[in-house]
């Protein structure tokens, strides 16, 4: 006959088990022995690949990099660009309202680039070599983005961006620093 209480302990109730703790705890394990082998695995592979053929590599890397910072170096190309005429520094003025914090006005900008222009010239088309010392990038995780080149007299170039790019806003409004130094 059937035991109608309630309270009473059968075979099927669980039991004394793990504890949250203990659960959440073994979880974080496995996680970490997971997260453990994949890096492992990966830069087991990648150690492969270096030693196969460490040339491929490099320029498989830079190839990779060189597009990532294509687009920043065609900006910083058009910007200097730019900075060579009055309407063309009235137009980078009026799109990149970051430059308020340097330049208050667009007559100040303008009178500013006005003593630029002597020691700016044209950069090549291609980005320069990786290892140039007159090559300077750098990007932070969703932070901000500098790019800078050493021209070939000497003036040092550096423009200052606000974050990385953003889908649906002009590159130039995210502008935020200009300096030129000679």
Known sequence: M????????????????LSTVARVGLGCGIALILVTATCVGGC???GKQVKKDPKKFEQSV?????????????????????????EGCKELYRSAPGLLGDFPTEQEFLDTARKWRPALEPLPKDLPDMDSH???????????????????????VRLTWDGKRRK????VSQLVGIEVHS
């Open 134 to 156: 007159d090559f300077t990038y750098s990007s932070n995780f969703g932070g901000k983005v500098v790019i800078g080149m050493k021209l070939k007299n000497g003036t040092r």
């Open 44 to 46: 087991l592979y990648l």
């Open 62 to 86: 830079l190839g990779f990099v060189k597009q990532f910072i294509q687009e920043d170096w065609e900006d910083l190309r058009r910007i200097i660009d730019q900075l060579g005429t009055d």
């Open 168 to 171: 649906g806003v002009a590159r």
């Open 2 to 17: 059937a035991d109608s209480n309630w309270d009473n302990e059968s075979s099927t109730s669980p039991g004394k088990g």
